[in-house]
């Protein structure tokens, strides 16, 4: 049996980009309308749309953006390519740490490089790539879920961090694909949800979505895993993935790395799921992943609200951490399940792609 999921993150609708306010996700669930190259670098950065694969899937949209724009300024055909390609340049500087979103830009870098046709012609290529892209992606995440769902026990307690769910992606997600295609099989299962500091995707979205599609959901704040670890009540942890090293580190939200030395500590197993295109094989270890750093209001305040007493207080928020290849017990991916040695695996899986 199949899960269907009612959630559809971001959709190209002819002229402009459509997608989920996350920032307002769960007191509101509205769509808005990107019309502009720079307004969807903005809502990039500013985290209207997230998770890594969504985050793909906007640049590509973005540079359709910028494609319609250009074209209304009467440029020669070989003006309007090497500007466009600048401005694709430009999208994938809107966050760092993901790589789906220089992977999507580059793929439609690749349609204007290779066209033959006019401006409008190049306009329609990228707008058939975008939706492709699209479609692929949650093809993708049931694949990713279906390899997942094998390696579920039976009634398992699955801890995820952050979210890397339908709201992450276009549709039906990555770790929670994993849930939703283990939820189909077997209605017993559950998961609990780590709060995920300082953003709250985890009690904002991952909770909403699991509840909006009745799969059973308890939210607890990131400092108790070992404590229900411990327990004997989490069965295994999955969680998503913004850039994967040639080795198998993987940089995830931060908070990640910490449940990824509590899981091993308890001998519980730790997966990574994630779609081939998050794995940057031209870097060897963790250590070579952009971390983004974030602004110190989202530490302090949380919705807007302070939650520090000490005004001016010193504050760090790196947005990411890498877990180390030898925490990982394998790599969900559309090809099967990656394991260890991930050098070998991961580059066997690149072959014939
Ligand atoms: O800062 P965010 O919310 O974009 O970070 C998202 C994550 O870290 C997700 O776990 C990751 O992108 C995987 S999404 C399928």
């Known amino acids: 049996m199949e899960f269907k999921s009612k959630i559809k993150t971001i959709e190209w609708e002819g002229t402009y980009s459509k997608m989920v306010d996350q920032t307002v996700v769960p007191y509101e669930y509205k769509f808005v309308n990107i019309t502009t190259g720079d307004d969807m670098f903005d809502a990039i950065r500013n985290m209207i749309v997230r998770g890594a694969p969504a985050i793909g899937i906007a640049g590509a949209h ?7 724009e250009l074209a209304q300024k009467g440029l020669s055909r070989e003006d309007f390519v090497k500007q466009l390609i600048e401005k694709a340049e430009y999208m994938k500087t809107s966050r760092p740490t993901a790589v789906n979103l220089m992977w999507a830009c580059e793929k439609q870098i690749e349609v204007i490089k290779n066209s ?61 694909g994993v849930v939703r295609s283990a939820y189909a099989k077997d209605n017993t299962i559950q998961v609990f949800a780590d709060e995920t500091r300082p953003r709250q995707q985890g009690a904002r979205i991952t909770t909403f979505e699991l509840a909006m599609d009745g799969i059973p959901v308890t939210l607890i704040t990131d400092g108790m895993c070992s404590y229900f670890m411990k327990k004997g009540m989490i069965d295994m942890v999955v969680v998503g993935a913004d850039r994967i090293a ?36 031209s870097i060897k270890s963790g250590d070579e992943i952009p971390i983004e750093e974030r602004s110190r209001e989202e530490v302090t305040h949380i919705n807007g609200k302070p939650i520090c007493a000490l005004e001016g207080v010193n504050v760090i928020n790196p947005g990411f951490d890498v877990t180390p290849h030898d925490l990982i017990a394998g790599i969900i991916t559309e090809k099967g399940i990656l394991r260890p040695d991930y050098n070998k695996s991961i580059s066997e899986a690149f072959k014939n792609i």
């Open 62 to 68: 973005g540079v359709i953006l910028f494609a319609q």
């Open 116 to 176: 033959k046709s006019d401006i409008n012609g190049i306009i329609e290529e990228l707008k058939v790539n975008g939706v492709k892209l699209e479609n692929e992606d949650i093809e993708i995440n049931k694949k990713i879920g279906d390899y997942g769902a094998e390696v579920v026990p039976k009634g398992a307690t699955i801890l995820t961090h952050c979210n890397a769910g339908a709201l992450a992606t276009v549709g039906y997600g990555t770790a929670l």
């Open 246 to 281: 040639a080795n198998g580190d993987t940089a995830n939200k931060i908070g990640t790395y910490t449940v990824a030395i509590a899981a091993k500590y308890h001998n519980i197993p730790f997966y990574i799921a994630a779609p081939l295109s998050t794995i940057d094989i």
